[in-house]
């Protein structure tokens, strides 16, 4: 099974419930995770790829 780390900070998803995963919204070929309390803090992420960041 994949294990997931948050783009932003690397922490480990495998116990987070509230976590999300999706294709990054420019270039969707990097997958953006972010976890519950990031999403609650409103961490900014950054693609590997294109660069793009977003709250989102
Ligand atoms: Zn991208």
Do not use: H, W
Request: hydrophobic share 25%.
């Amino acid at each position: 099974m994949e294990k997931k780390v948050s783009t932003a900070t690397q922490t480990s998803l495998s116990n987070d419930k509230g976590s999300a995963s999706f294709p990054c919204p420019k270039c969707g070929a990097v997958e953006i995770v972010r976890t519950r309390g990031e999403r609650a803090n409103a961490v900014k992420y950054t693609c590997s790829k294109c660069g793009f960041t977003g709250p989102n």
